[in-house]
């Protein structure tokens, strides 16, 4: 455990040098710093555990292909209307090798979930009102 402890008072020692070094390797992939990064900048302990788990998942992802990582990825930003993610996911998805039909699937999937999310929820309140 001390090693693991040490390792992350490492990455927060220069909070400052960390960020500088993570939002370079982002701007070289991305080709920008996501305005969302910049505002978790003040929050380093959030912030560097945010994006090592996106390094995980999206860049070097186990058991998926990067592709198919990427288009979940997009159809988690579509379904929530993120339209920043949804662009970065879209460009991402489309480099990993996406085709337009995957990812019109991906968007009729997404909306799909998003729309019955809300059947759902708007139906157990109409379940309950009369109670």
């Not at 500088?20 to 969302?36: K, R, Y």
């Not at 662009?87 to 990812?103: C, D, N, P, T, Y």
Request: net charge negative.
């Amino acid at each position: 455990m001390a090693r693991l402890e040490e390792k992350i008072e490492a990455l927060l020692k220069d909070p400052d040098q960390t960020l500088a070094e993570i939002f370079v390797v982002v701007e070289q992939h991305l080709g920008f710093v996501p305005s969302i990064l910049k505002g978790m900048a003040e929050r380093p302990d959030i912030l560097i555990p945010s994006v090592l788990t996106a390094y995980f998942l999206l860049g070097e992802p186990k058991a998926l292909d990067r592709k198919t990582a990427e288009l979940i990825a997009f159809a988690c930003a579509v379904s929530v209307r993120g339209d920043a993610c949804t662009k970065v996911h879209l460009r991402e998805a489309k480099k990993a090798g996406a085709s337009q039909q995957e990812i019109f699937e991906a968007v009729m999937i997404a909306s799909m979930m998003a729309q019955t999310a809300v059947q759902a929820s708007a139906l157990r309140v109409c379940e309950t009102a009369g109670e």
